[in-house]
């Protein structure tokens, strides 16, 4: 077993330019790396707590929100951990995710983002979003046109936000479990008067359907 995880440890490295390698064994041996005009420190635990031990002075250029799904860690979805992430972003910066659940962009916005669309690739043509990028100023129109990875949202996702998937995920402590964050969303759907996702799903899909025929 040594031996394999040797070999296994080998063709990671050999993916890796040495400047890359070094990056990587400085955050391992000591949880930071300096190179020049360049530093980088890593924060191991809970995200919603780590992230107070960042300078509050500090804004980010670039976020990347990649937990697991909403429905296996939503303590990393909340609206609450949304808001201070929109926070901490300066005011060029751009938040990006693969999710694009009406959840996690109806509390962008109310973070006080401005959203707009991942395009799918060309082999992802049955997908209608890739992701979200979020950020506080609003994108001219000219480099979504020249950049074709971004478009605003469609007339389907916007309605999307009016269903009740919208209903975010809460953890006003900060410190819930995922249960009780999900339960606590799904009793607050269950006594919405937001129209269902199912019957916005069924409708799009027979719109869809119309379309292809």
């Known amino acids: 077993m040594e031996f394999r ?16 390698l070094n990056f990587f064994n400085c955050l391992k041996e000591s949880k930071r790396w300096v190179q020049d005009f360049n530093e980088g420190t890593i924060h191991w635990g ?46 060029k910066g751009r938040l990006i995710t693969y999710s694009s659940a009406a959840s996690i962009r109806a509390s962008f916005l109310r973070a006080g983002l401005r959203i707009y669309s991942i395009v799918p690739s060309m082999h992802e043509n049955n997908r209608w979003s890739s ?25 389907r996702e916007l309605e999307h936000l009016a269903t009740r998937s919208s209903i975010p995920y809460r953890d006003p402590t900060g410190r819930g479990s995922s249960e009780e964050i999900i339960s606590t ?29």
């Open 131 to 155: 992701g979200t990028v979020a950020m506080k100023n609003e994108l001219e129109q000219k480099f979504i046109s020249k950049n074709c990875q971004l478009k605003d949202l469609s007339t």
């Open 185 to 213: 969303r799904e009793i607050e759907q269950s006594k919405s008067q937001l129209i269902h996702t199912s019957s916005w799903r069924k409708r799009w899909n027979t719109a869809q359907l119309q379309k292809c025929n």
């Open 46 to 91: 809970d995200a919603r707590q780590k992230l107070h031990e960042i300078n509050d002075s500090i804004r980010f250029d670039l976020i990347l929100l990649d937990p697991f799904s909403p429905q296996k860690c939503p303590e990393l979805w909340s609206e609450e951990f949304i808001s201070l992430l929109s926070a901490r972003l300066s005011l």
């Open 5 to 20: 995880n040797r070999c296994y440890e080998k063709e990671f490295q050999d993916l890796w330019s040495p400047k890359i």
